[in-house]
């Protein structure tokens, strides 16, 4: 499987503050990747380092095979982008935007701009400058759609939209991936929308990725364990994958990562205990990565 | 590609405040071309060779009103992503700027050279001055519109000594390049072409971490805030760093370093006087004036030292205090950069707990306050202190006074012209009214010369109602503003 964003420890920092240390990551083409971590984790500053908006320090970065300081015009027919926040020329109607973004591209969709539009409730003569938040959001992913790119990458995509509008949003990504070739890699904190259309994910945590795969893997990989037994201490739990460790009267919860059957008996032998294994959704596994 | 040049083009069409101006340049010069050729016909040679500033002075203001807008409109169009992700769009936008750009030249060219060879003698020096303060205005829109008040003042400083050193009188900006030495032609083509091609170059690749990049911003008002307090920033590492190493401890460590504390904003003096509280909501940029104060202090000395080392520059100062443009459009300029950065903190200003009215009334103070400073200041470095070195007997000189009283008067009119036009929001009957202010500055600048004494009085008494009822309306619609 080729790869549509390739980074080899990727530096960046702004003075003395380090936002991206020496980060390595790889999204295949046609995944659906999913990019979270906290507030100031780096989300941002690493997706306009992928889009050559900003140079890091250190590092490489190929994107579609390209050097993003550098973007081919080629390359660039080839990218959809949607910032967390733009309001383009206000003076303009959303018809009159769409042409003039569509001007730039050999090739524009505008059927399914006109039938995005209509769907997502937009009237084409209303000006820029009058639209809501959530509206011109709305406009700024259909405007990086228009041109079918092979790579969409989305910053915060649906943070001011209304639940309806997210769902359509994720109907269209869901829609997009299945008609044609294409990979999306998008931040957000909204966990729920990235489990129901991300195959992969990557949990930034102080500027270096603390998990980056598939999201099932993900899921498999961590579990809660609830031990019932007398006289369990907190010293008892120690170990490179446990993430967090609770002992109250008669109870243990451990978070780990790495988890196998093994685990399991292990613990029930040594303290003769009760084990359940839970499941932990994506926020959860998130809170415990990033904790 | 055509299609992308076509709706550029489009894209500037449909920015009406632009197309605005550029009905109001192509009506203005139509008319006035008519009206030349009319008294060239009807009126005696001596009202011709007057008729000659007129034509300068119309076309620099429109031009540089109109290039302003131009660089403002190309700020836009590169302080954004899309200037790095859409393919072909920087060398197109770059292109279609110029080419408006060139266009507006060519219809100034085609405008002097119909024009009756006695009214224009040197259609192309004022064309080269046109293309020369042009692209040094676009640049100026895109490089330095939102930059502090101090470096804003330098630059207006350097700008009006370089002026004066090229132009040889107070009125000179308009004729650069007419009398003066044969090289001076050569000189401005290159620097036109330099700072165009240098210009051009840098658009092509700017991006989101060069050192400008953030001063193009010009929304959001976060955005703007920011910058200006990175600039204020850098202003207050070198006052601690010039009072540490008045305490001899390092200088460059901590002028480069990391910076040891922060502004502290201080209580708000609920029981003191309106001016007291005014300037407790300008307070850092109260304090950062005084950088100005310390400025005006050591140039001072240089600056009548310069005057009586270079006779040659005397000429600039005769009539000065006549020397509208120096002495309002100047100072109101600078006043309005240096107040439209406040705007950022305007909103967070209104949730602390003073009345709305209150904090509209003190900030209206403050506004004055500044104005009234940056006036006095112009007037006493160009007006007063040349006079003091070249003429002292002009300061017996009733006229002298009523000359400036009627600066200062008409400064506080046109600004609060300006501040009530804040209030308005339809774009169409703002440029109408700048365009009816800049037609009275005109006039004034003309007129004021030929005014007896007692016109001089009545004029500032008027000037001085006119902008007491515009400050007053502007104030109460701002409090109404806020309060619907």
Known sequence: MNNAIVTEGLDKGFRDKGVLKELSLVVPQGSVFGLLGRNGAGKTTLIKCLLGLIRPQAGKIAVLGDDPWDFLEETKERIGYVPQTDRPYPWLTARQLIDYTASFYRHWNHELTDRLMKEWGLNAEDKVGLL?????????????LGHEPELLVFDEPVASLDPASRRQFLKTVLEIVSDRPCTIFFSTHITSDLERVADRVAVLKDGRIAFAGELDVLKEEIKRLRIRAAGVRLEDFKGEGILHREVFAHEAILCVRGYTPDIKKAIEEKFRAQLDVEDLNLEEIFLELTR | MTNIYRQITLLYLRYKTLMVLTAFLALGAAGSSALLWFGYLRFPRCVIVEAREEAGMFLWIFGVWFVMLLGVFLKRQFATHRAHLLPRYRAAHVCAAFLVFALFLSAAAAWLLTLPAEVVATPWHVLWQLALLGVLFLVFAVYLGYLSVE???????????????????????????????????????????????LFMARLMTLREEHFEYPYLLTWPPKELAKNQARVYGLLLRVEQA????????VFLEKVF????????????PRHRGVVA???????????????????????????????????????????????FFLLVAAPILTALCFNYKKMGYWQRDMMKPVRRRDIVRERGTALLIALFSFWALFALYFAVLPSIVIDPALLRSAMFWAHLALTGSYAFAAFSWILFL????????IVLNFIALAGLSLAQT?????????VLIATSVLSLAAGAVFCKTALMRWYEKEIT
């Open chain 1, 132 to 144: 809501s938040e959530g509206e011109t959001q709305k406009l700024n992913i259909i405007l990086a």
């Open chain 2, 151 to 197: 470096l804003i003042l330098l630059l207006a400083f350097l700008g009006i000594s370089v002026g004066s050193a090229i132009s040889w009188d107070a009125f000179g900006l308009l004729r650069v390049g007419a009398g003066g030495p044969p090289a001076q032609l050569p000189v401005l083509a290159s620097l036109i072409f330099v700072s165009a091609a």
């Open chain 2, 242 to 249: 010039i009072d540490l190493l008045l305490r001899g401890e």
């Open chain 2, 257 to 268: 370093g990391k910076r040891t504390c922060g502004p502290r904003y201080p209580a708000y």
């Open chain 2, 277 to 323: 509280r005014s300037l407790h909501w300008d307070c850092f940029e109260s304090r950062s004036l005084r950088h100005l104060q310390v400025l005006v202090l050591v140039a001072t000395p240089l600056y009548l030292w310069y005057l009586k080392a270079n006779p040659q520059v005397h000429i600039f100062f005769t009539g000065v205090h006549e020397n």
């Open chain 2, 422 to 429: 804040s209030c308005l929001s339809v774009t169409n009957v």
């Open chain 2, 446 to 454: 003309y007129g004021a010369g030929a005014f007896p004494l007692n």
